[in-house]
Nanobody, 123 residues
Framework: QEQLKESGGGLVQPGGSLRLSCTASGSISRSNIQAWYRQVPGKQRELVASIYDGGTTNYADSVLGRFTISRDSDKNTVYLQMTDLKPEDTAVYYC?????????????????WGQGTQVTVSS
């Protein structure tokens, strides 16, 4: 069964940290681009970070220096380490995967999506 399963969301105080995990199963595990998106009600889903097969990573300006995307290929798992969290980071975070592409810069480029995990940053 092909699926992306996220975990690690929750409630954290400003300045705190969380680590999200996304495990791929089935043919998704062979995808060459993985990413984390986030969405708040009433707004478009935005790219937070992406990682390519060769290790190249990209980040949204708003999270640069605070978030780190990484991948454990043996476990078919992608991580998003989030530090110095701010209230504006509050959103539902989605894991996404794309296969057979040289690049993926729009949500439409991603073939597979997880169910989402809520991250709430509040005191």
């Amino acid at each position: 069964q092909e699926q992306l399963k996220e975990s690690g969301g929750g409630l954290v105080q400003p300045g705190g940290s969380l680590r999200l995990s996304c495990t791929a199963s089935g043919s998704i595990s062979r995808s060459n681009i993985q990413a984390w998106y986030r969405q708040v009600p009433g707004k478009q889903r935005e790219l937070v970070a992406s990682i390519y097969d060769g290790g190249t990573t990209n980040y949204a300006d708003s999270v640069l220096g605070r978030f780190t995307i990484s991948r454990d290929s043996d476990k078919n798992t992608v991580y998003l380490q989030m530090t110095d969290l701010k209230p504006e980071d509050t959103a539902v975070y989605y894991c996404a995967a794309a296969a057979g592409r040289l690049s993926a810069v729009q949500s439409a480029h991603y073939d597979y999506w997880g169910q989402g995990t809520q991250v709430t940053v509040s005191s």
